[in-house]
């Protein structure tokens, strides 16, 4: 990076104090997960896996599409994806898996000498059905194995035997992780576990909603990063240490009217993960020209709290009603009401080639959601992970046309 | 800019041609220029340029110069860059203000573009990422039938009965007529086929844009008689064309320059 381009970075972006306290904690929890591995008592798990099971029962976890993530950022995606697809993987599989996978293969070649070693592999797939031929592979690889938490597809109420099937889940998964750790569950721990979660999803949840400020105090890049722990810490004292901290932080910038970009004067929608790969780039370079992104779909996902006189029924419905288990509808509906809600002038909507969950439908959630909030967006296509898939100056092309749209 | 002017140059830099157009502040064009894009975008830019001051007889040091087109960042004389977008919508509006949708097909890409009462773009959907859509889907057509690019269309047209070109791949229709001249088609109907099979592709990026009459079509295949009788019959409406369907672009940059 020249001099040059630092110094308009440094003008554009506020950096957050918290993020010292964020790499710390995560460092940590790395750690633990080395040695919990070490001690035969590691867990990978999907992003949507209800953690507060595991953790109540003692085992560690480790989250492979963060360790997707990681890879991303450091720019090796399409090395450790190769392997992958060099053992036979199909391109059109998800960079998240592929990663895993490659790195699985090749963990000497991987960053940090890949995810610890796992005793076994926990999918749920009220994110995607992909998770679980992925943890299939790297079962098959590992020796660990797998167990299937299914959360079939909710449209509107999620009907009592629907229900009781996912309570069933619930159940067999203590049952599977007390023989498989010989541990024991209880529920008052559960309980303890719940209220930690809960407390740090509502932390969370209000350096959200603070962002409904002018000037917004986060912006997309900073949310991503600052999601870490309610992704991999749910249900554990550092990540409500961590959230306490970053909502200090944001109220202060709120009362002092400091904005996350210096100069706020286009507030956008982001829809979908984002392009680890490119992260500060494409966020900076567009707070460099005034845009920023007070709110996303993807960091809103984590909102549900395990709470009321029936713990395993919150499970249940908190588990299957993330996000990415709704209709097209649930999505159009939130988008909307992000846009209202935080006085949103568009959208732009990231086409991830991997994740055909997420990103199945934008073409006509992207009209619906013009229609219906009368602000224009854009779809952009390319990948989180895999770098291959994103193309420069056709990105540009449509992110230009669409800020053109505001002058 | 240090004075106020009243005339303004828009240069189009698209992959196969550059285009360039000085107007005033009326709108009128003083010069119009067009080029092969060839191995240099810079070049050809400055080769437009010395075109458009012979053409007008004007010295063009000072006034004000948007780049637009998918070379728009490689000339570093420009004062302002804007999406093609942004100036197709304004440069048609300027000829034709009733027009709500447009379509442009260029060598490398289409678009549509939803343009707003005010010429400005209020949505658009482009397909950059695949050949078959474009005019470079009709150039390898035309070269497997060994005719020129310009006898491509008015040989469809004369075919009554065009054959079925199923793939929408480039490189697979190919191989596909390959096969169709080989069973004997006409060459004329073979030719149809192209266009339909080009001309479905780009009337389904316009309806997802959604269909608002009436519809402009710009760009340099839109010169194409059977490309737009087609495109017509797939839309179920006609089109309206501007006299230089090549250059709307680089007007949309050149009266954009003038308001600088
Ligand atoms: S397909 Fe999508 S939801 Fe599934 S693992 Fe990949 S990124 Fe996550």
Known sequence: MGQEERHTEEKVYRQLRANSLLQEIMLRYMMEGQAASEQGKLAWVTSGFPVEIPVTMGVNVSYPEQYGAIIGSQKVGPEICGFAEELGYSQELCSYARSSIGSVRYPEKSPLDGLPKPQALLACNNICGTVLRWYDAVSQMTGAPVFLFDTPPTEGDQPSHHREYVRQSVLRLIDFLSRTFHTSFSEERLRKVGELSGEAIDLWTRSLKACRNRPSPLNCADRFLAMAPIVALRGTEPAIEFYQALLEEVQERVSQGLGAIRDERIRLLWDDIPPWFTIFRFFNGLAARGVVFPADTYTHAWSGSLAGADLLDSVVSVYSNVYLNKGLEAKVDKMCELIKEYSLDGFIMFSVRSCKRYSLGQLVSKELVMERTGVPGVVIEGDMVDSRLFNDAQIQTRLDALLEMFL | ?260
């Open chain 2, 1 to 260: 800019m240090a004075r106020r002017t009243t005339i303004g140059i828009g240069l189009d830099i698209g992959s196969t041609t550059t285009k360039g157009i000085l107007v005033d502040s009326s709108g009128t064009v003083l010069a119009a220029s067009l080029v092969t894009t060839g191995a240099s975008a810079p070049i050809a830019a400055r080769h437009v340029m010395d075109e458009l001051s012979q053409t007008s007889g004007k010295e063009l040091t000072g006034l004000p110069i948007i780049t637009t087109g998918y070379g728009r960042t490689s000339v570093e004389f420009a004062h302002e860059t804007v999406t093609e977008i942004t100036c197709h919508s304004m440069g048609v509006h300027s000829l034709n203000p009733d027009i709500r949708l447009l379509i442009d097909v260029g060598g490398q890409d289409s678009k549509v573009i939803r343009i707003g009462p005010n010429g400005r773009p209020t949505d658009f959907e482009l397909n950059d990422k695949c050949s078959a859509g474009t005019g470079r889907f009709l150039e390898v057509m035309a070269r497997v039938l060994e005719v020129s690019i310009d006898d491509l269309g008015p040989l469809a047209l004369r075919s009554t009965s065009p054959s079925t070109i199923s793939s929408t791949c480039t490189v697979f229709a190919e191989s596909e007529v390959v096969g169709r001249i080989g069973t004997g088609a006409a060459p004329a109907d073979i030719a149809a086929g192209a266009h339909l099979a080009m001309a479905g592709k780009v009337a389904t990026l316009a309806k997802r844009v959604g269909l608002v009459t009436p519809v402009g079509v710009t760009g340099g295949v839109a010169l194409n008689p059977a490309f737009r009788h087609y495109l017509s019959k797939q839309l179920n409406s006609s089109l309206w064309m501007p006299d230089k369907p090549q250059l709307t672009g680089a007007l949309g940059a050149a009266i954009l320059a003038v308001k600088r």
